[in-house]
């Protein structure tokens, strides 16, 4: 049975960073787009970042793009976000996704099939 863990959050001060992972369960990661979704209390999940199943190609929302970046170790079947310049808009639960069917990553919830709990990230003025 397909599961994802994320890990890595917790409380950091405006400026920080974190280092988000997603580890897999399915031999099949490998072979499969993965992303980044956040949600913030009172406000709908978003797209935060997405990963080709190389990890040749990578999507970023405009909110985060240039201080996050997402990778991923097909041997590990683990996926990350590193999160740097942190600022307290970025406070969410933070969960990560697989395609269902695709290679290259989209922006759409209804593209991912798979999903984790989520991990919470706060971050403080």
């Known amino acids: 049975q397909e599961q994802l863990v994320e890990s890595g959050g917790g409380l950091v001060q405006a400026g920080g960073s974190l280092r988000l992972s997603c580890a897999d369960s399915?031999?099949?990661?490998?072979?499969?787009?993965m992303g980044w979704f956040r949600q913030a209390p009172g406000r709908d999940r978003e797209f935060v970042a997405g990963?080709?199943?190389?990890?040749?190609?990578?999507v970023y929302s405009d909110s985060v793009k240039c201080r996050f970046t997402i990778s991923r170790v097909n041997a590990k079947k683990t996926v990350y976000l590193q999160m740097n310049s942190l600022k307290p808009e970025d406070t969410a639960v933070y969960c990560c996704?697989?395609?269902?069917?695709?290679?290259?990553?989209?922006?759409?919830?209804?593209?991912?099939?798979?999903w984790g709990q989520g991990t919470q990230v706060t971050v403080s003025s």
């Open positions: 996704a697989r395609d269902g069917h695709r290679g290259i990553p989209g922006r759409l919830l209804t593209m991912y099939r798979y």
């Open positions: 399915d031999d099949a990661f490998s072979a499969y787009a």
């Open positions: 990963i080709s199943w190389d990890g040749d190609y990578t």
